[in-house]
């Protein structure tokens, strides 16, 4: 069974930066596309973009499109999510989220906040 | 773009109890292979949210057979036969036809 640990906490300026990562352990790693997400406090899960692990292909949500880069290292099973020009707007939860087929996202990682403020 | 509607926003339900939750789409979630494109979470308090249903009325590995779910094309529901503590938390509807999109949830409460 596949699990996922995500990278810890994280505060930053605005204008900067961010890079989580999200470690798969399981052999079921290399059939997955691995999803990213983010929910602020009190709203609903937003998705940003996946990577099929595989393949290494990419898509990202329109609105992340410019800032937004999803990356593997299969040496390590580990996936990336770097989000460029924050804004206090970025301020979430981050979650990924691995898709094995249709059968929805399962599992997911912990989360990682990420809090933008200057 | 699509837009994702749950009905009721809230539930309060007591122990032993069936709820029902409803979710309609602006468009059709069903591929040209039969299956709805539509997803059911649960998000416990504090937690990530967990998988339920897949492709509108398949239950996930490990999920309670008091969870059912039901639909096609745009209207789905989710129903619980008899709610139990534990399911306390918050029910997400996810399109998953095109781009993945949530409804707005439906905290369930335990009266």
């Known amino acids: 069974q596949m699990q996922l640990v995500q990278s810890g906490p994280e505060v930053k300026k605005p204008g900067t930066s961010m890079k989580i990562s999200c470690k798969a352990s399981?052999?079921?790693?290399?059939?997955?596309?691995i999803q990213w997400l983010r929910q602020a406090r009190g709203q609903r899960p937003e998705w940003m973009g996946w990577?099929?692990?595989?393949?290494?292909?990419?898509k990202y949500a329109e609105k992340f499109q410019e800032r937004l880069t999803i990356t593997r290292d299969m040496s390590t099973s580990t996936v990336y999510m770097e989000l460029s020009s924050l804004k206090s707007e970025d301020t979430a939860v981050y979650y990924c989220?691995?898709?094995?087929?249709?059968?929805?996202?399962?599992?997911w990682g912990q989360g990682t906040l990420v809090i933008v403020s200057s | 773009d699509i837009v994702m509607t749950q009905s009721p926003l809230s539930l309060s339900v007591t122990p032993g109890e069936p709820a029902s939750i409803s979710c309609r789409s602006s468009?059709?979630?069903?591929?040209?292979?039969?299956?709805?494109?539509l997803h059911w979470y649960l998000q416990k308090p504090g937690q990530s949210p967990q998988v339920l249903i897949y492709l509108g009325s398949q239950r996930a590995s490990g999920v309670p057979d008091r969870f059912s779910a039901s639909g096609s094309g745009t209207d789905f529901t989710l129903k619980i036969s008899r709610v139990e503590a534990e399911d306390v938390g918050v029910y997400y509807c996810?399109?998953?036809?095109?781009?993945?999109?949530f409804g707005q949830g439906t905290k369930l409460e335990i009266k």
């Open positions: 399981g052999i079921t790693f290399v059939r997955s596309a």
């Open positions: 990577i099929v692990v595989g393949s290494g292909k990419t």
């Open positions: 996810m399109a998953a036809l095109q781009t993945p999109l």
């Open positions: 468009q059709s979630l069903l591929h040209g292979n039969g299956d709805n494109y």
């Open positions: 989220a691995a898709e094995i087929g249709d059968l929805g996202f399962d599992p």
